[in-house]
């Protein structure tokens, strides 16, 4: 009697262990760098079709967003997926259109762009260069898993403010203690001397 042989894929088991390496990667990262690279190649496995895609994080300091994470290769130059993460930006929406722009074909590629917000503020935004070998169906659940795994980055996102909030109030703590030792004395020369600096200057 034969006996069939089973179905083998060699991509699937390499899908299944970059997904399990990235998983790894994620559980143990370290600093915002690793995060989101790590939470990028996770999305990524969980797309189907994905070709390739990229993380954009906010600097405040320069009032722009750069590149934070890229998938699969970050040496690969992935620019031509700018335009899909600016619409997504300035739309603040989830959109799909075709390369080059348009709508795309029923079984066509598409890149899709997706904006992550906390507060009303724009904190990233994550594009994907999708095969259209899937159709409408592919680019819908591809929508999906973002809006799904965003939650992740909306939490890393509030975290940071939270850090950010609590060292700004231990600033004004430290200052408002510092006004009150100074009241505590009428005359300006208690005053001054009850500053550390002062004192180390009449020391000398």
Partial sequence: ???????????????????AAAWSRFVAAGDAEAFCTSWLALLAARITHARAALLLVADDRAEAFGVTAAWPDPRRDLQYLGPIAKRALSERCGVVAAPGGGEPQADGAAHVGYPIEVGGKLCAAVVF?????????DLQGALRQIHWASAWLIDHFRCQVLVLREAELGRVATLNELMATALQHRRSEPSALASPRVRTYQQK
């Fill in 1 to 19: 009697m034969p006996v069939s042989a089973p179905i083998y894929s060699i991509t699937d088991e390499h899908r299944s262990h970059a997904e």
């Fill in 129 to 137: 260069d999708i095969a259209g070998e899937g159709g409408q169906s």
